[in-house]
């Protein structure tokens, strides 16, 4: 698993989507699904906060730089009756907000993203806030092996709004989105039979994420 830097420095482009994302909350009670090592926590501070991630590593990570934190290790995929079991042996009161920064993203199949999104639904008594790449509907294996999904925006509404057995039925009229700052990269172009160098494509846009905010009424 990538990591980021030092959440606290509030530095980088995962600080800064957490910062984006914490304007988006509205409850002083939260819930972050694969938090990783804790890059919501410094824009939310002074709020009741709940870590929840699989990675063991990731959760030693967070209490280094948030000691006394309550986190929970599990998976964000397991079955509703099992996540909320998992949940209440460690928190004692209902969530408000459920939230998720670049979680989907890692999840090998769209059968995962759903049972996430179920969840963190079925858990938060007032709203769910997530982040997702939504640049087409693709999986990108990156050299180190580590999978990158997009989603497309089309498609989480299906999920949102769509009534069959793994959607949610959540009318049009509660969810909301907007498009975090687009990234650019410059793309190098090599021309292999020239010693000299490089020609330089245009900037090419490589990553959007759309952060979603979803009421329960
Ligand atoms: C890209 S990091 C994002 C961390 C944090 N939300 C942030 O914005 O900086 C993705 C996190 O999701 C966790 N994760 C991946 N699959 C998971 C699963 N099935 N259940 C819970 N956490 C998971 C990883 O361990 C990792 O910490």
């Avoid at 949940?87 to 004692?92: A, I, N, P, S, T």
Wanted: aromatic share 8%; glycine share 8%; charged share 25%.
């Amino acid at each position: 698993m990538e990591l980021y830097g030092d959440p606290r420095e509030k530095k980088g482009s995962q600080s800064n989507l957490c910062k984006d994302v914490a304007a988006m909350i509205g409850s002083n009670n939260i819930l972050d699904v694969g938090c990783g090592m804790g890059h919501l926590i410094p824009f939310i501070e002074g709020r009741t906060y709940f870590g929840w991630d699989y990675s063991p590593k990731m959760l030693e990570k967070l209490l280094e730089f948030f000691p006394e934190t309550p986190v929970i290790q599990g998976d964000a995929t397991l079955p509703y009756d099992e996540f909320k079991s998992e949940l209440e042996h460690y928190v004692l009161r209902p969530i408000e907000t459920v939230v998720s920064v670049s979680l989907f993203i890692h999840l090998p199949t769209i059968d995962d993203v759903k049972a996430t999104l179920r969840n963190m639904w079925n858990t938060a008594t007032r709203e769910i806030v997530f982040g997702v790449e939504t640049m087409g509907d693709s999986v990108l294996t990156r050299g180190s092996g580590l999978n990158i999904r997009n989603i497309s925006v089309d498609h989480i509404l299906s999920i949102l709004q769509g009534e069959g057995r793994d959607e949610l039925g959540i009318p049009r009229d509660r969810i909301s989105f907007l498009h975090q700052q687009m990234t650019y990269k410059q793309q190098t172009v090599i021309h292999p039979n020239k010693s000299s160098p490089m020609a330089m494509t245009p900037p090419q846009l490589f990553q959007r994420t759309t952060l979603f905010h979803v009421r329960k009424d």
